[in-house]
């Protein structure tokens, strides 16, 4: 029982008695989803955010908890480039080119691990961190998100949140400048994620 299955780590904690492992077999359905990738100018600061609601996706996802960690096949989102909104259709525009989605129309995030800080105390509310991978303009990089949250909001649904500080030339993006070079975006770019799902095993 993965995700659900962290409703009850609490009761766990106080037990003592360390879990067992056990794996399944779960469809994941993705409720909602909000990513908002933050960057910088020499001159200003933009934020471009994706917020999906409607048309959401199931996903077929194998898990496996050992102790306090949480192991993920399959748990995949995808995130359309071209459907981002920065708060002007100019920086929509540079920011779809910016990113390659002509080439590369979709950012995907694949969550991988979940281990959960054995300090937690509420188990409605869970710091955690997990590794992601993040496929961006068709390179893919494995990262450690050091602060998330898991809210469990019954035994079937949980949010999962965080945030990572990228840089673009990781994913052989060049930071572009515009104006004879009098405007230049910075390296560094902020991914913030929220992410609701409903699971169901499958038996």
């Known amino acids: ?7 009850c780590l609490g009761l766990l904690l106080v037990s003592f008695e360390p879990p067992q492992a056990r794996s399944g077999l779960h469809e994941v359905e993705i409720v909602s989803s909000t990513l908002i990738i933050h960057g910088k100018t020499n001159v200003n600061k933009f934020d471009c955010e994706l917020d999906q609601r409607v ?5 077929r996802v194998t898990s496996e908890v050992t102790d306090l960690k949480l192991d993920f096949d399959g748990l995949v989102l995808k995130f359309d480039i071209s459907q981002f909104d920065c708060g002007h259709e100019i920086m929509n525009k540079d920011f ?3 990113l390659k989605s002509e080439k590369h129309p979709f950012l995907f995030l694949k969550i991988n691990e979940i281990y959960i800080n054995e300090e937690t105390s509420l188990m409605e509310k869970l710091d955690v961190k997990s590794f992601v991978t993040i496929s961006l303009a068709g390179v893919e990089r494995t990262k450690m998100i050091e602060e998330a949250t898991v809210i469990n909001h019954d035994d079937q649904t949980v949010t999962f949140k965080g945030s990572k500080v990228l840089q673009m030339t990781d994913f052989k993006i060049e930071p572009p400048t515009k104006f004879l ?5 910075e390296d560094v770019l902020e991914v913030s994620f929220e992410i609701k799902m409903r699971t169901t095993p499958i038996k």
């Open 96 to 98: 779809r080119s910016i």
């Open 55 to 59: 048309d959401s996706e199931t996903l």
């Open 181 to 185: 070079g009098l405007v230049s975006v």
């Open 1 to 7: 029982m993965p995700m659900n299955w962290l409703l």
